[in-house]
């Protein structure tokens, strides 16, 4: 929702001041406007499992190739993107099956709900949806563990138009919620979940991905679904949209992944990568430092795997051991270098790299 507008219905403010009339991270959820995609540039996602699409949204799917994302360029005025999903096939749901678009809140960011005791705090959650369906939706909130649930129901009432919801829910007094550096919240949005997973919407159960009466997008081949503009907010009352800078944006994404560019210029000219240098004629180190800190010690997935050593022009495709990370900085080994080299001289990789410390 842009500044400067109001929704009688779902917004009490029009100027980004959040309930207590402060400005700041009032929304929890990160990149919900959609306009981070540092995996895949915007291209067509296929659900294979538990991968992620635009940063922090992440897919689960209980058989693969059920559904795609993208980054989409269709949003409601105020906004410039969204996340797009699109059924693949007309796919029956089986009583344990399941299809979610998720994001996992780190519990540093939802520490102060108190949830789990007496006292807990309300959130909110809002957002802005659009699919060539109709019917009733669901989408749940739970904790790590994935054994306290709240299933929520929305309805969408008009095929292929700008719909904004909002549905508040009670803080949870019981249950285990995570404080630190793991899932603090989870949000879900179903796409078809089976009725072993799907619970009445409205009331703190156990466990459980789903709402049950749902519609199934994956029921429908072809069946669109966007959604952008997601806010979870602590109170009970849907405030405007938390408009972050993208700088910003991108900055809070990358504690989670960050994408090492690949540099696809040939040996010994364009761009040279992170570097580093030669500890003895065969074997190198090279560092590189994270914009940001991460969540915890990070995964690494390096591509091109080569190295070059400046001045020499060699290329080697030696093995990548021995990853390192501290204080913000990575490093990673090459050994096997095909040329012998002084120890000291510099040392470069092209390529590029997925840093992941996803919850």
Not at 75 to 84: H, I, M
Not at 233 to 252: C, M, N, Q
Request: aromatic share 10%; net charge neutral.
């Amino acid at each position: 929702m842009p500044y400067g507008t109001i929704n009688a219905d779902k917004m009490t403010t029009s100027d980004g001041v959040s309930s207590s009339g402060l400005y700041g991270f009032k929304n929890r959820l990160i990149n919900s406007a959609m306009v981070i995609d540092q995996r895949n540039a915007g291209a067509s996602v296929t659900a294979t499992g538990s991968n992620y699409s635009l940063d922090r949204w992440q897919m689960l799917a209980s058989v693969s190739s059920k559904f795609t994302v993208q980054q989409s360029s269709t949003a409601p005025s105020g906004f410039t993107k969204s996340l797009l999903v699109t059924s693949s096939a007309a796919t029956s749901l089986g009583a344990t099956d399941y299809y979610l678009i998720t994001q996992k809140i780190e519990g540093f960011n939802t520490a102060d709900l108190g949830w789990g005791a007496a006292g807990a705090s309300p959130i909110t959650v809002s957002f802005w949806v659009r699919s060539s369906l109709t019917g009733t939706f669901g989408f749940v909130v739970r904790n790590g563990a994935g054994n306290r649930l709240y299933p929520a129901s929305y309805t969408i009432s008009s095929a292929n138009t700008w719909e904004q919801k909002s549905v508040t829910i009670a803080g949870d007094t019981t249950g285990t919620w995570s404080t630190d550096n793991s899932i603090g919240v989870e949000l879900d949005f179903g796409l078809g979940v089976g009725s072993t997973y799907s619970n009445t919407a409205g009331t703190w159960t156990t466990g459980g991905l789903g709402t049950t009466g749902a519609t199934s997008v994956v029921g429908t081949n072809g069946a669109t679904f966007y959604i952008t503009g997601v806010q979870l907010e602590k109170g009970s009352t849907a405030t405007s949209f938390d408009y972050r800078p993208y700088g910003t944006e991108l900055a809070l994404c990358q504690r989670y992944c960050c994408v090492i560019p690949v540099n696809a210029s040939g040996v010994g000219t364009g761009i040279i990568g992170p570097w580093g240098a030669n500890y003895n004629a065969t074997n190198g180190r090279v560092w590189y430092s994270m914009p940001v800190t991460m969540r915890a010690t990070p995964s690494v997935s390096l591509s091109g795997n080569q190295y070059s050593i400046i001045g020499v022009n060699d290329v080697s495709t030696g093995t990548n051991n021995n990853f390192h990370y501290s204080n913000q900085i990575i490093s990673f080994d090459g050994t096997s270098l095909s040329t012998s080299s002084a120890t000291g001289q510099p040392l470069s990789y092209r390529g590029g790299g997925l840093i992941t410390a996803e919850l």
